[in-house]
């Protein structure tokens, strides 16, 4: 918001979640830009348990007055969300039973995200390992639903399964991307694959720009934070830098 205001920068969306720090400036990010609301408070995912606690007026409401083109929901399931002895079948029909009433229910089209497979993912947040190409092609097809590629999420999980990341994402149903997620990824406190949502790299730009010769999305979003050690100069500068590098790329 900085860089837009002192004309540095020229975004066509600010992205936020509607929880934490975030939810308290919704209205003053809507004043500057419309906001591309990722994530409701709800944890919201593909196996999600809770799902009756989604009160989808809110969230209709919320895509309507922020100015949301779409919805992304990550394609996930948790161990503590599954019955008891559950095979792949059975988790892709209740992902597909969760997607249906997400379709149903939200008012603008509704895009899966792929999440990463990391030791990180599987312990601290809880996560069945759901990243394999086909699987995530067969929801996304039976679904009739979109995809959101996060490459940072690809680059980690390929590098934790042995993959070749672009056989990888050959694999996934680029012909449905909607949105690509970037930024610069790393390693955990043990020195596996994480993602700190760091700066891009050369690295990260040119596997961006593989990817567009390979899919037509209508946004790309940078989901870079700043990370321990940054200062608030260093974060805005960095913005900056990707957001130019960017713009060439997309250009």
């Given at each position: 918001?900085e ?67 779409h ?30 009433i ?69 694999g ?16 955990d ?43 608030g ?19």
């Amino acid at each position: 918001m900085e860089l837009i205001a002192s004309g540095r920068a020229d975004v066509d969306y600010i992205k936020a979640g509607v929880y934490g720090g975030y939810a308290d400036k919704l209205d003053a990010m809507r004043s500057v830009r419309p906001v591309l609301l990722h994530g409701m408070g709800y944890f919201e995912r593909t196996g999600m348990k809770n799902i009756r606690d989604v009160d989808f007026e809110r969230v209709n409401a919320l895509l309507r007055d922020y100015g949301s083109p779409h919805f992304g929901l990550h394609l996930a399931i948790t161990n503590s969300d599954m019955a008891y002895r559950m095979d792949d079948e059975k988790i892709h029909r209740l992902m597909s039973e969760r997607v249906r009433i997400f379709s149903k229910n939200v008012r603008v089209p509704l895009l899966l995200e792929n999440v990463p497979d990391t030791p990180e993912d599987r312990t601290v947040f809880d996560h069945r390992p759901y990243a394999e190409a086909k699987k995530i092609s067969r929801l996304i097809a039976e679904n009739g639903v979109f995809f959101l590629l996060d490459l940072s999420h690809a680059v980690i999980t390929a590098e934790y399964r042995g993959w070749d990341i672009y056989e990888y994402l050959r694999g996934t149903p680029l012909d449905r991307v909607k949105e690509i997620h970037v930024n610069g990824s790393g390693r955990d406190g043990n020195g596996d694959p994480s993602d700190p949502h760091a700066a891009m790299t050369d690295a990260d730009y040119g596997l961006l720009s593989w990817a567009l010769g390979h899919t037509r999305p209508d946004i790309i979003t940078l989901e870079y934070n700043g990370i321990a050690g940054e200062n608030g100069d260093e974060i805005t500068e960095n913005i900056f830098a990707q957001l130019n590098e960017l713009k060439k790329i997309i250009n």
